[in-house]
């Protein structure tokens, strides 16, 4: 059973037309029920604003806190900011429906009793990082790392084959 089950979850058939606010904590728990690769914490507020109406609903979930990654650049575990805000509209109808492709559009079906927002909130945290993440700042990098990096980086600068030496040259008339 997962942990995080009845967690993330707005009750439809106990709203009327109405809205529905929640504030939810997204932890180290969440991280594991996800299997959330490469992130090993986090420490997020999960912000929801849902309105009910007839024809369709509506729907802003924002994020807004930090995860716990590795550097891309020293391997040092780091708490890494993210922020991100999202709008939705949730549409009844089946997956046959010509909006079930769009990203913004939930589909639910008629006799759904609850919305579970699990998915939503697990793609906006892998959304909001970026691709490469480094500390904001190489002097809070692990410092034998980056000194073994830059002596690495040295030592192959260095080395080189005097076979290709005079081609180094070519283009420089």
């Not at 995080?4 to 932890?27: H, N, R």
């Not at 909006?99 to 699990?118: G, H």
């Amino acid at each position: 059973m997962n942990r995080a089950e009845g967690l993330y979850t707005i009750p439809l058939q106990l709203l009327k037309e109405s809205m529905f606010d929640a504030e939810w904590k997204v932890d180290k728990a969440f991280v594991e029920d996800q299997k959330m690769e490469g992130v090993y914490d986090a420490d997020i507020v999960a912000k929801v604003h849902f309105v009910k109406q007839n024809d369709f609903h509506t729907l802003s979930l924002q994020i807004n806190g930090t995860v716990s990654v590795a550097c891309d650049r020293c391997l040092d575990i780091f708490p890494l900011p993210i922020t991100m805000t999202q709008d939705y509209i949730v549409k009844v109808g089946d997956e046959n429906d010509e909006l079930s492709e769009s990203d913004d559009v939930i589909l639910i079906a008629p006799d759904e009793a609850e919305l579970v927002l699990t998915a939503e909130i697990y793609e906006m945290i892998m959304l909001a990082m970026p691709m490469r993440k480094v500390h904001a700042d190489e002097k809070d990098c692990n410092s034998d790392v980056i000194s073994y990096m830059n002596q690495s980086k040295k030592n192959k600068e260095e080395k080189t084959d005097p076979r290709w030496d005079s081609l180094k040259n070519m283009f420089k008339n």
